[in-house]
């Protein structure tokens, strides 16, 4: 019989997710937030991170004098 724990290895060996060291949160090793920037993306959908560290999906738009949000992401896709 599988507990929990051996399924969450399991899942981290195969597709490269851990646990936080709070054991609340699956991360990822290789996908990190982009700092918000002239090059962000505007008018399409993307992860936002805000000041409080409270993501969404949202669209990002560079209006003077907001700086509310911080980091941006990519959406993930699905394997074909």
Known sequence: MTDEDDEFER???EIK???DSTRTAV???DYYWIPINEHTPTGVKILLLGRSGVATMGHYEALPGTQFWTHWAPLPRKRP
Do not use: P, Q
């Open 11 to 13: 899942i981290e060996r």
């Open 17 to 19: 997710f851990k646990l």
């Open 27 to 29: 991360v990822a090793d």
